[in-house]
């Protein structure tokens, strides 16, 4: 079942992001799986995504919600079987899509075999405690000692995902083959987890304090370090190579490294796209939007939330969430859609206490069951689902169906028509509070302040943030427009 599709990795436009917990559940068991992606994918078909790139499915204890690997050929029995997944592959060609899964190399489970059996895959202190001062990412020491006793193992993350030695070739060798395997049955492409910790430094030193406060958001624990040792090592090249080499030249690959745009060189040298987390991260006014664009990579992955962080309307502000999906879908590229921004979601409350929070690190809130109609639990289950199903202000996916001037139909019609766009991106000078992009012969503005400004002079309209026909002298605060130049 090798893919057909050869088109190069860069000409994926826009890719939908499925968390597969809480897309849909066919079971009744409370959680998304495979099969319920399957019967959903007309609805991200419609939406005209070129790509759907799920969160990782393989078998995991979960610490981390399946970012936490414990067998990279195996789907997870919460998900379904091998042959569930063919059949989604299937389904994805069969409507023009392609299928991406999540690899997540930096790290595996700490009850992976490899674990257990191939220590030497693995970092370890060379003294009884924590090597240097390096830490991990959800808080605390990036050292923990093996509850086996054979010392102190490093983890970027959870103290249950000990990293990989990228310096070891039987890594790099056992990823090739994962990645060999999935493209033999079929899948297009990978979103590639943490590329940025991949190599570390060999003499593990410590890492400085640090001089400026960091570039992009972090735990502001880590704040206090220059993370010069840990990650972003010159030599990650090394490693990318190896998965570009396992994965082929035709498979599309997208590195999540968390770094700012300036450094993705040496990561783009061999992925189609990396993500711009400073376009994620900057707040919603014309400067710091002006920066994250004009120092955006020119292979950018555009994201503007994931699983990981909160969601559009309360990152941007509700009243801007339109003018969000506006400046997404016709930057040029590929864009990336999380499930359910394109029915403007927001925050759910996370677990209903009680129970304990799902993700220790606060981000069940961003990760909420769809809701596809007005039906009891939305329909995403029948049973209990495992996190609340709250619907979007602007309705399910039924109602906004019904709706002309719903956000769904918005992401539709931006989608089509950035089908339509050429290249070029050209961020012009305007009016303080209205960001203007020339993108070819297409003009693209948005009032991202908090007064009425003058609509910039434009050609004809294409598509207005609140309807398809509304044409003025002013954009309100959050209201934007595409238009001829
Ligand atoms: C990435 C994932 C995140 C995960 C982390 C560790 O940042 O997006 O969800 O917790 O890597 O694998």
Redesign the pocket.
Known sequence: MKSTWSGGGADVGVVYQVYPRSFQDSTGDGEGDLRGILARLDHVRDLGADALWTSPINVSPFA??G??VADYTAVDPRFGTMADLDALIAGTHERGMKLLLDL?P??TSIEHPWFRDHPERYIWSPTDGPANNWLA?FGGGAWSPDPGGRGWYLHS?YPQ?PDLDWHNPAVASAFAQVLGFWRERGVDGFRL??IDRLRKDRELRDEPPAAHPPRLPEQPELDRLEHTRSRDQPDVGAALAALRAGAGDDAFLVG?A?VPSDRLGRYLEHLDRCFCFELLHADWRPGPLREALSRAPERAAWVLS???HPRLPNRVGAANARAAALLLLTLPGTAVVYQGDELGMADGPGRTPPAPPDDR?G?DPYRHPMAWDTARNGSFTTGDPWLAVVRPSGGSVAEQERDPGSMLHLYRDLIALRRTLGPGLEVLDSRENVLLVRRGEHLVALNVGDEPEPAPAAGELLRHTHGPARVGDTLAPGEGFIARA
């Open positions: 981390d919600g970012y936490d997540v930096c790290h990412s993350f995902q987890d943490a999540e968390y994931n699983h990981d690190f981000r």
